[in-house]
């Protein structure tokens, strides 16, 4: 059995990150979620 997690940096900004979700309207609406309960990181 190996593990099924293997970390990248670029990958997961590209897929999670804040200016991918600046794109669409959904992604949007989620930055816009998390800053109104005062999270520390908005994205990764």
């Known amino acids: 059995m190996s593990q ?4 990248r940096k670029r990958k997961r900004a ?3 990150g ?3 979700r600046s794109r669409s309207k959904y992604g949007r609406n989620t930055i816009k979620r998390r800053r ?3 999270r520390k990181k908005l994205t990764v």
């Open 18 to 20: 804040f200016l991918v």
């Open 36 to 38: 109104q309960t005062g």
């Open 4 to 7: 099924t997690y293997q970390p």
């Open 14 to 16: 590209k897929t999670h």
